[in-house]
DNA sequence: CCTCATCCTGACCATTTGGTCAATATTCGC
DNA sequence: GCGAATATTGACCAAATGGTCAGGATGAGG
């Protein structure tokens, strides 16, 4: 997965280009594509504009490059539902573990928000082929258990899709929640209570 | 709410500081702000950019007139909330109106949603003022209905952001909704009744 | 129809920014 | 230590972009 199948890399190839994409992180993350520059990204790496140019031909891709590397670590929580677990607890886990990974990779989460806010120019294939794919699958397991009782009917895509936007919510929109709530809470430990309590009562029998 | 107390606008300044506006939320939300131009705004509203420039001194200030101008639009539901009525009722008719803006204004959803991204660097003062207080309201009525029991008791200030983000997240990743979903979906109708069915189970008592 | 304020535009400017390139420095295999 | 491959950079370029301005067009009031 940290390496494709091309030619291999340097040492300092594999340090730079690393360099690189955790500075494109930050950037596009902070700013967008279009609001982040490659000095930027330049900086943040500690390299010159023109050795990240020599190291990724273009602005765009690296930001391709680095969607593509974070994308399975986007999606790996998904693929751990297990068909054969306690249906509640291992959708509890899911939303638990995304929760997780917004209050750890925020970074991660706005950069896929600009990119699916700006109509994913980037990104188009992949939703409506490998995500569609991998969602049909999780909707399979959901159904199974539905039909057979263990979880509350409801819409199954509609489930993922409130799992995703309750659960990005707390990355993307972080200086909103911080403003409204003001000092003295921890946003994403509230939010654990609170979404556990919401998806218990939401799928309970 | 659509004049400020400024000097008389005359017939022409109306309809182009409108045409202005309308353009720059259609760019605005397509692209953020960095990645709009007065180009394109001046081409949205059919005038020519110095004219644009001679309406609204600079591209930071149309951004601006336009986020104070759409936030009562966008904080509206919020007020209807009625102390009086009954809990559950109130609530999901909230978040239906809400689920209705996404759909109806989409634009101006992601309009909101950039520049919260972004960290809000035209709306912090606001989010941690107007907002917050606005906020702070709602979740008083909330917290009076939990107390006399007629809502189940889950954290006000969540649910609030339950809400934003259930219903915010269908405009603002509708590429994305629509890319899983496939077509032959009507995302919206599926939402309503999805998210009637989530806030009934999750407030009732 | 005249006048004045408002409205509009082409031409222009400075800065930013994505990207190139020739030349230099560094690393690596031997 | 040496030559080839790799890495790095300063200088530079063209395009895009936010913004200015002098002057011309157009509207409103008398």
Chains 1, 2 share one sequence.
Do not use: C
């Amino acid at each position: 997965m940290t390496d494709q199948n091309g030619p291999q890399l340097t040492r300092i190839q594999q340090r730079n280009r690393e360099r690189i994409l955790e500075g494109a992180l930050t950037a596009f993350s902070a700013n967008g594509f279009r609001g982040a520059t490659i000095d930027q990204i330049a900086e943040e790496a500690g390299l010159s504009k023109p050795n990240v140019l020599y190291y990724f031909g273009s602005k765009d891709e690296i930001h391709k490059t680095l969607l593509t590397a974070l994308l399975d670590l986007w999606l790996a929580p998904m693929l751990s539902l297990d068909p054969d677990g306690e249906p509640l607890d291992e959708v509890l886990r899911y939303v638990s573990t995304k929760l997780d990974m917004s209050r750890d990779f925020p970074r991660e989460s706005r950069l896929f928000a600009y990119e699916v806010l700006q109509g994913a120019p980037h990104l188009s294939e992949i939703l409506g082929g490998r995500l569609r794919d991998l969602v049909d699958e999780t909707v399979a397991v959901l159904t199974g258990w539905i039909d057979e009782g263990r979880l509350a009917k409801v819409d199954p895509h509609h489930l993922i899709f409130s799992i995703w936007a309750l659960t990005q919510h707390y990355a993307d929109f972080e200086v909103q929640v911080r403003a409204v709530l003001g000092p003295g809470h921890d946003p994403y430990a509230e939010a654990q209570v609170f979404l556990e309590n919401l998806f218990r009562r939401m799928l309970a029998t």
